[in-house]
């Protein structure tokens, strides 16, 4: 979170400056670059707390979880559906108060 108030406000210059010159298809497909280069950064340099699994002591030695069970469960899918809301919700949110804002 050491960034986000940053990158957030380069976000909203960047979309308000494109909007104006490019149109809104050339904004969102140019957001979406900077976010997927920001998350690709942010795994490359992220460190693992867990060992692999060959190399995890006795007792940490866990079955692998049966991933059919796991999104059959209600509670997961309702979960992830409210997740994808609140997501579009805060997406168009932003596009909104970019394409508002006069710099």
Do not use: W
Not at 23 to 41: E, F
Not at 68 to 88: D, E, T, W
């Amino acid at each position: 979170m050491a960034g986000h108030p940053q990158l957030l406000t380069c976000l909203l210059v960047m979309i308000n400056r494109l909007l104006e010159s490019h149109g809104y298809a050339y904004t969102v497909r140019a957001t979406g670059y900077v976010i997927t280069g920001c998350l690709v950064v942010a795994c490359v340099l992220i460190k693992f707390r867990i060992p692999g699994r060959k190399h995890r002591p006795a007792h940490m030695q866990l079955p692998a979880p049966d991933m059919k069970s796991v999104v059959r469960h209600r509670p997961y899918q309702f979960l992830i559906a409210g997740g994808f809301c609140i997501a579009v919700r805060l997406a168009q949110s932003n596009l909104f108060v970019a394409s508002d804002s006069r710099i």
